[in-house]
């Protein structure tokens, strides 16, 4: 574990993810994320399969797909909050989704195992931390990972 620049992790995976953000034409927004004690090896994994997932599943017809990544301070815990603007999740999938191999879609165009946001819940647990679909976001999906700001106590 060390100290993590959060807004750098974020940038780098939206550098990783460059060739889907440019096909989606979609706009990726990085405002304000804190440094914390974290894996970064593991933790990049998490923003690569949420703005990941965002670029897959939150495409619409009508609007641009713009994603959001920001943080609220919540007293000892970073709330980080990753959401988009599009179709969003059904409240009654939002926890079955972290489950292994939990997927929503089936006419498909967009590849993937289903094993992503449990890999996540995986790793935000390895930081006493938890994420979860908001189940009240009534624009989009909105995804929030809450991180210890003292891990290690
Ligand atoms: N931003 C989102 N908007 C709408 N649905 C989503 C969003 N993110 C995830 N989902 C739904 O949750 C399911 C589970 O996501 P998860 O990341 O675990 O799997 P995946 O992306 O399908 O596959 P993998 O991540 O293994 O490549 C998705 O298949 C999709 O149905
Ligand atoms: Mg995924």
Known sequence: MMTVDLGLLAQQAIELLGHDIAAADAEVRIDGLPSCVAAP???IRVFLNLIGNALKYGRSADRPLRIAVSSEDDGSWHRIVIKDNGPGIPPQNAERIFE???????????????????????????????????????????????????PLQ
């Open 100 to 150: 292994p191999s939990q997927r929503l879609v089936t006419d498909d165009k967009a590849e993937g195992s289903g094993f992503g946001l449990s890999i996540c819940a995986e790793i935000v647990k390895l930081h006493n931390g938890r994420i979860f679909a908001d189940k009240t976001s009534e624009t989009g999906a909105r995804f929030v990972m809450e991180l210890p700001k003292a």
């Open 41 to 43: 090896d593991l933790l």
